[in-house]
């Protein structure tokens, strides 16, 4: 039954990272699975029964997600691309209050404002002074690569939204087309590096969550609502559009906070 339950949280997260605005960190804080990852990532040599009990669930259920949503977004994104994002930004938001409540855990200081400030204003404003110059027409690569190290980072620190810079890079439709259409195998380059992107850096997040923990959550957190407030378009003009925008978010906000409450209160 556990196991099941962790399959379903990947699922989740999977189709999470899939999502452009959506961080598969930042779900996997909401979840309450972050800290056991890494814990189980650290562990696995010293205890490789229990860690693979906890990965093989998690990681099955991620690919099982990612590879599921991917063709629902790109429907979405092709014919309701700015209703689509309101339900992303909805989606976000909702998990705030479990982010922050996972933030204090081991205690509240005024100085963790500082982190939090600072994370949210450096990604509003590295994503504001960036921009999307247009799709990209092929994936070489090097460019594959480097979509790999960009995911790999999305999914071990909160915040980091892949999917998000690939679109501000121009290649996450093109990654989408090659997805749904089958091409798979030309994604080995970033399969491996995102691989090797996460064995490399969570040592290092790790460290950082035993050693400085409210720092380090804060600065995460920071991050992930800079994240989402950047994928915020503007309404649309139309008002029965904009109405639709609006209750969209609304509805993917208490989603996600219902969600996010249950498995916060899950045994």
Known sequence: MEGLKTALIG????????????????????????????????????????AIR???????????????????????FDRYETITKYAFFGLMVGTFPSVRRRSDKEGFSWYYILPFIAAAGITVA????????G????????????????????????GVSSSLIFM????????????TGGDIASLWPMAVSAVLTVVLFVGIINRLFEQFYGWASYTFFGFLVGSTAVIL???PAQLPTA?????????????SYGLSKRLESAP
């Open 233 to 235: 378009p503007p309404l």
């Open 168 to 179: 501000s890079m121009g290649v996450y439709r093109p990654l989408l087309n090659m997805i």
């Open 243 to 255: 109405a639709i925008c609006a209750v969209t978010a609304v509805i993917g906000a208490a989603a």
């Open 126 to 133: 590295a994503f504001s002074v960036g921009g999307n110059s």
């Open 11 to 50: 699922v989740v997260i999977g189709a999470g990272a899939a999502a452009p605005g959506v961080s598969g960190g930042s779900l996997a804080v909401a979840t309450g699975v972050y800290e056991h990852f890494f814990a189980a990532l650290g562990d696995i040599r010293r205890n490789f029964r229990s």
């Open 54 to 76: 906890f990965l093989l669930p998690l990681i099955a259920g991620g690919i099982v997600g990612a590879a599921l949503f991917v063709f629902g977004i790109k429907y979405l």
């Open 135 to 158: 799709d990209v027409t092929d994936i070489s690569l090097p460019l594959s690569a480097l979509c790999g190290v960009i995911y790999g980072l999305g999914t071990i620190i909160p």
